[in-house]
Structure formats: structure tokens, C-alpha cells
């Protein structure tokens, strides 16, 4: 069978409206329409450090280390130390 050069064209045209139909169904759901969780808040206790705060609130599972950097990050916090009174924001729980 031989095709003309519009033949080709349409043929072309239908194997890429094919293909991106196969991509559309085998392609993951997206989670843009997921809910975004809502931050945490605490108050520092007494004697509390962020080493204890990140052992304790940690339902993600993280290292602990990437879990002070990222209430460090969250709160703006400059150094390590923080006061018994502070209000500081956690990561959401997902």
C-alpha cells in the first residue's frame, strides 16, 4: 500500500494523538488537588531543646536533623537556641 504525503500527515497525526492518549492514561495522578496540611504550633518548655522537639513531633519519620532545619527554616531561626515561651511552628504532619 502507498501512501500520498497527506496519507503520511494523517497517519502521522493519529499515531501522536495515540500516543499522547496512552501517556494521559499511564501518567500518576496528580496531588495538586490535595489539601495542603496545616502547620503545627508549640510552646518551648522549660529545658526544652529543638533536638527534643523534633524527637517528639516527628510522625514523618525524618532524620532528626532534617527536622530542626526545617523548623529552624519555618521560624526563621538564626542559631540553635530557643526560650522556654516561644511560640515555634513544626512541619505538617502528613
Known amino acids: 500500500m502507498r501512501l500520498t504525503r497527506r496519507g503520511r500527515v494523517v497517519v502521522l497525526a493519529l499515531l501522536l494523538a495515540l500516543a499522547g492518549a496512552v501517556a494521559v492514561l499511564v501518567a500518576p495522578q496528580s496531588r495538586a488537588a490535595d489539601p495542603a496540611a496545616r502547620p503545627r504550633a ?3 518548655q522549660p529545658g526544652e531543646t529543638l533536638w527534643d522537639l523534633a524527637t517528639r513531633s ?3 519519620g525524618w532524620d532528626p536533623f532534617q527536622l530542626i532545619d526545617e523548623i529552624r ?9 530557643v526560650y522556654p ?3 515555634l511552628t513544626l512541619p505538617p504532619e502528613r
Open 58 to 60: 516527628n510522625s514523618r
Open 42 to 44: 508549640v510552646v518551648v
Open 85 to 87: 515561651g516561644q511560640e
Open 73 to 81: 527554616r519555618l521560624n526563621a531561626l538564626p542559631g540553635y537556641t
